[in-house]
């Protein structure tokens, strides 16, 4: 972590942002409590002030006001992210982005829908659904979309429709001096210049902070079916997956969780699913195409030892299975009550997935720790669940170990140290791991030219 001293917002400043905006401000212990912790296993560190703006404009001063005197800004949404990126290391101001959470536009003719980055995903599909259409990221957490913007979030869906970085075509942001900026169009093609809203999808709040999306959206599948299916162990599930996809299959989810996994969703959930390695698909598209693929996914578990094949089109069935998934994480956390996780997160080529996965195991089995194995194999990226004793600070150093361990293996096959959680605090060696210095040095020069007071989440993606 960097060495930098704390900012503390004084009382002073404090009446100076309270009287510059429309929005609220608090130092409420309460309050501040809330802003200081996200779901990863990190200490929680207080901000000095929660400012919680009302419109773009309120952005704008809060950040021209605190990049004069130096005073650092988190943004804030759910507090869903999984390496430390909304705590306020050095202190100054939580900017609680929630009370923008308005939907602005849908424009079904176009599948695009533009709002306000404090709306929640769920609320925007039950908003989208209502005229049969949905938005496709869908990263388990109900996360704000300005916070999966921000962390360049994806999910259970990405193999068939994208993550964020493909999902937001146009932005609206304000940079650390309060210049308010507007990039991407709403066309579906665009070759003008450099792709500044890639750039900041993904930028962690490092760069700018996100007030306004235009998303691109998709029309309800005429038909969806979910299966599951069991394996004698984990590689076999694994390469049975790998196959699927470059079969050609059309599968909207393919998930892969391990009998540990499979047995806290059961006990969390009241399913009652074997208790082995289990792939989970769901199909998107017309009746007799998903039947067609259901067919063909039966056909090609069998060649991996896959047993137990059963699909369903029955949507309450459909529902709780994923619904399930979703909630593996939850259901971890209380199979083991009063601890913490730390959660893996990384991508490789599908033809090193298999060999990525038994490295994990081989890691994590000789340690002392508990885990568990699941992730979005159709895609190259799985996660570990690893818990921890939050009394013992020693466990999580222990950890962070094992998982630089896994990512330099990792590395190694030509993956990646992060598939979808980000950089956060806890990765930041790993990215010049993986990028290397000189990569790097470009990342400290775009950010030094956008936060040249380095007053935007600093101390994360890299040190300074």
């Known amino acids: 972590?960097?060495?930098r001293p704390r900012v503390e917002v004084t009382p002073s400043q404090q009446q100076d942002i309270a009287r510059l905006i429309a929005g609220e401000t608090s130092t409420n212990d309460s309050i501040l409590d809330q802003h200081g912790r996200d779901e990863s296993a990190f200490p929680p560190v207080k901000p000095s002030l929660v400012v919680t703006p009302y419109s773009t404009e309120d952005v704008?001063?809060?950040?021209a006001y605190c990049n004069t005197h130096h005073i650092p800004v988190v943004a804030f949404g759910a507090g869903s992210s999984l390496e430390g990126h909304v705590l306020p290391i050095h202190g100054g101001v939580s900017l609680d982005m929630t009370h923008m959470n308005k939907i602005l536009e849908v424009r079904s003719e176009d599948l695009?829908?533009?709002?306000q980055p404090g709306v929640h995903r769920v609320a925007l599909n039950e908003n989208l659904n209502k005229?049969?259409?949905?938005?496709?990221v869908d990263p388990g957490a109900d996360a704000t979309l300005g916070g999966m913007a921000a962390t360049g979030a994806a999910g259970t869906t990405t193999v068939r429709y994208g993550s964020m970085r493909e999902n937001v075509l146009?932005?609206?942001a304000v940079l650390a001096d309060g210049t308010i900026i507007h990039v991407?169009?709403?066309t579906r093609k665009l070759s003008a210049g450099y792709d500044l809203t890639r750039l900041i999808v993904g930028s962690e709040g490092t760069l700018a902070v996100i007030t306004e999306l235009t998303l691109r959206v998709h029309g309800i599948p005429e038909k969806m079916a979910a299966a599951t299916v069991i394996f004698p162990n984990l590689a076999a599930g694994v390469e049975a997956a790998t196959t699927i996809v470059r079969s050609g299959v059309a599968i909207a989810r393919c998930e892969f969780l391990d009998a540990i996994c499979i047995k806290n969703v059961n006990a969390r959930d009241g399913l009652s699913l074997s208790e082995s390695p289990t792939l989970l698909f769901e199909f998107h598209g017309s009746k007799q195409g998903v039947e067609e693929d259901a067919l063909i996914v039966g056909e090609i578990v069998k060649e991996f030892g896959g047993s137990e094949f059963s699909w369903s089109t029955e949507e309450g069935a459909r529902r709780k299975l994923w619904q399930a998934r979703h909630n593996a994480y939850w259901a971890s956390l209380v199979a083991h009550p009063g601890q913490r996780i730390v959660t893996t997160d990384t991508a490789v080529p599908l033809s090193r997935l298999a060999e990525a996965v038994a490295v994990a195991e081989e890691i994590f089995g000789a340690s002392r720790f508990p885990y568990s194995i699941l992730g979005h194999v159709a895609d190259g990226n799985f996660h570990c669940f690893v818990m921890l004793d939050p009394n013992d600070p020693k466990q999580h150093d222990e950890i962070r170990e094992l998982t630089h361990q896994l990512t330099n293996r990792i590395l190694a096959m030509g993956g990646t140290c992060t598939g979808e959680h980000?950089?956060?605090?806890?990765?930041i060696d790993d990215l010049v791991n993986e990028t290397g210095r000189a990569g790097v040095s470009v990342m400290r020069s775009i950010k030094s030219t956008l936060d040249p007071n380095n007053i935007l989440n600093p101390g994360k993606i890299f040190h300074k």
């Open 131 to 136: 005229i049969g259409l949905f938005f496709s």
């Open 422 to 427: 980000g950089i956060g605090l806890g990765k």
């Open 112 to 115: 695009l829908v533009k709002v």
């Open 170 to 172: 146009a932005l609206e």
């Open 184 to 186: 991407g169009r709403e």
């Open 1 to 3: 972590m960097e060495l």
């Open 60 to 63: 704008s001063k809060v950040l």
